[in-house]
């Protein structure tokens, strides 16, 4: 899925809109078990298949945080700054996580670019951002990020 391209210009434009759908990625045990790995959280929860199957969720959870951190893949998939010489994640506002990942469950992103202020040297962007969970009636993460797009 292409990303939508704009310049920096052009982006103050698209505050208050939708910018777009991801692609669905799968969160496998794989990912779950080398996330724990980087991050030295090995709780049974999402690393022990067996236990978790007589868990409260009936299988491993992917962490919260493995989630959250695919959002930036899942947005570089939407929106192509073309004359950003960098980009970078500035922050969080807000995060919810909403409902559990299981291993082997497929999520995407659904954005918009809720604002656009001048910052030294570019432009801040704030997204609004939903990690669907195919399946659920619930996402399984809410998030106001931000980032900027520097000249």
């Known amino acids: 899925m292409p990303a939508r391209t704009t310049t920096l210009a052009e982006l103050p434009g698209l ?8 692609a669905w990625v799968t969160v496998t045990q794989e990912r779950i078990d080398t996330f724990a ?3 030295d959280d090995h709780q049974w929860i999402h690393v022990d298949p ?4 007589s868990g409260p ?12 951190s695919l959002f930036i893949p899942l947005w570089s998939q939407l929106l192509e700054v073309t004359d950003a010489t960098t980009l970078v994640n500035y922050g969080l506002d807000k995060v919810r996580f909403t409902s559990p990942v299981t291993a082997g469950s497929r999520i995407r992103l659904v954005a918009s670019l809720t604002s656009v202020t001048e910052v030294r040297g570019g ?3 704030a997204v609004s951002g939903v990690l669907e969970l195919e399946g659920s009636e619930r996402p399984a ?11």
């Open 15 to 22: 505050a208050g809109t939708e910018i777009g759908t991801s």
């Open 141 to 151: 993460v809410v998030v106001e990020f931000l980032s900027r797009a520097l000249a």
């Open 123 to 125: 432009l801040q962007l």
């Open 37 to 39: 790995d980087a991050t």
């Open 50 to 53: 067996a236990r978790a199957a």
């Open 57 to 68: 969720f009936g299988a491993p959870v992917a962490h919260g945080f493995l989630t959250l």
